[in-house]
């Protein structure tokens, strides 16, 4: 038996992987569940569902309420930031899904990694932000991290049974998100609503707002980079509207290995879960006659600003992807509160990136603090008025 926690067991990564555990009784369980607290009727509920050994929630106020929700044998409740890094270190488990979203993930992924659990990553903002200490610690501890993003998932299958050196390229592929066909000029007066209707993917608010500026795939190249330690301009963001092809490898002789399926997170998610074995799921299947044609273009960086930011910011390295990231995660929120354009989104990070000093990333803490700064910083532009709709 195979015991799971789930950090952000309440998002559209933690719900879908919580149906795959229940799938497979025989061979999956769960461990421990952690979320932000803000549904505290669902996570009763989850807790009845799959029976916990405990539950870290970051809001301290939503954990009494749990208490009182759930009549005793309970599972050990744990709260606040801290609550999360110790459930991720202590709780007893085989492997760990870290999906929460945003910065929230960082300290207890960092814990799940040091605690040598095997770690499942959708989580990508931590390793945005932070890939150099992630990856090395995991390198350290001879810790697994198996990607769960749909793009990565299919780039470690397509590697599989071949030798990194023979690596020329990694063909990202992305949907192109709601605005592919949307001309420039008319992107500075679309709405929350519009962002949010993603063509391929039915996912949580920010990764969707991400999609449509593209800082998704942007974000997409730098967790490659560190995921499968290849320089980024092996890294080539092709746009796929249809998302069939999850992603390639193209090696050294032209050969180009491809991996396709349905959208469905179920299945990288399974994946990283029963690796390296694989199970049957149930469901929809690719059918490729009826889908007809697949086809693949460019993507406009000129159009796309965040794409060109996060390529800018993975060659400047150190901190400045750290920057990007809590510049994003803020002016996300913001463009969500409706309190900027859309395409203030990538000004901001720019502004952000331009008041920042570079320096050398040298330590989780530092990460943390940067982080924070950035984050003061951006929230007193959007005060100011920058960016306003
Ligand atoms: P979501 O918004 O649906 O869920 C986020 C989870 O994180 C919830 O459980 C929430 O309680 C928790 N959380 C903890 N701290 C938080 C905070 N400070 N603010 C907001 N939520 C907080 O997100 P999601 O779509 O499930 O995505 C989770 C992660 O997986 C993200 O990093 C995303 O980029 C990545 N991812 C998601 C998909 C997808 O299909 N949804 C695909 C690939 C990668
Ligand atoms: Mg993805």
Redesign the pocket.
């Known amino acids: 038996m195979k015991r799971v926690t789930l ?10 992987a919580l149906e795959v555990v229940q799938s497979y009784p025989d061979e999956l369980a769960v461990a421990g569940l ?6 505290v009727e669902l996570i009763a509920d989850l807790c009845r569902r799959h029976s916990p050994a405990a539950v870290a929630l ?1 809001d301290p106020d939503a954990v009494d309420r749990l208490a009182k929700a759930l009549p005793s044998p309970r599972p050990e409740l744990l709260r606040g930031p801290q609550g999360l890094v110790t459930l991720a270190r202590e709780v007893d488990a085989d492997i760990v899904l870290s ?7 960082l300290l207890p992924t960092m814990a799940g990694i040091q605690a040598g659990r095997a770690m499942a990553l ?5 390793l945005v932000m932070a890939g150099s200490l992630m990856t090395a610690a995991a390198r350290d501890g001879r810790v697994p991290l198996l990607p ?3 793009e990565h998932s299919a780039i470690f299958q397509c590697l599989a049974g071949h030798n990194g050196r023979d690596v020329q390229r990694i063909l990202l592929t992305g949907s192109g998100g709601p605005f592919r066909e949307t001309p420039k000029a008319a992107l500075a007066t679309v709405t929350v609503d519009d962002a949010l209707r993603h063509p391929t ?8 707002i ?1 999609s449509a500026t593209m800082m ?1 795939k942007g ?1 997409e190249i730098i967790e490659a980079r560190w995921l499968f330690d290849v320089d980024p301009e092996q890294v080539q963001v092709v746009v796929h509207p249809q998302s069939i092809v999850h992603s390639m490898v193209e090696y050294v002789d032209g050969a180009v290995i491809a991996q396709l399926g349905v959208a469905d ?1 179920g299945i990288p998610i399974l994946y990283a879960l029963t690796y390296p074995e694989r199970r049957p799921v149930p469901g929809s299947r690719l059918d490729l006659t009826k889908v007809g044609a697949l086809t693949f273009f460019e993507p406009d960086p000129d159009k796309f600003a965040c794409l060109r930011l996060a390529r800018a910011v993975l060659d400047a390295g150190g901190v400045a992807p750290v920057v990007l990231n809590a510049a994003n995660e803020i002016a996300v929120a913001a463009f969500l509160d409706k309190r900027i354009r859309f395409t203030a989104i990538a000004e901001l990070i720019e502004r952000a990136l331009a008041a920042m000093p570079p320096a050398a990333l040298t330590s989780i803490e530092q990460c943390v603090a940067v982080d924070a700064e950035a984050r003061r910083r951006v929230e007193a532009f959007v005060d100011a008025g920058i960016g306003r709709r």
């Open positions: 950090l952000g067991a309440t998002g559209s990564i933690g719900l879908r952690a979320a932000r607290g803000s549904n970051i999906a929460l979203v945003g910065a929230a993930g959708a989580n990508k903002e931590t769960v993003d749909s993917w039915k996912m949580g608010p920010k990764i969707t991400d998704n974000l997170m």
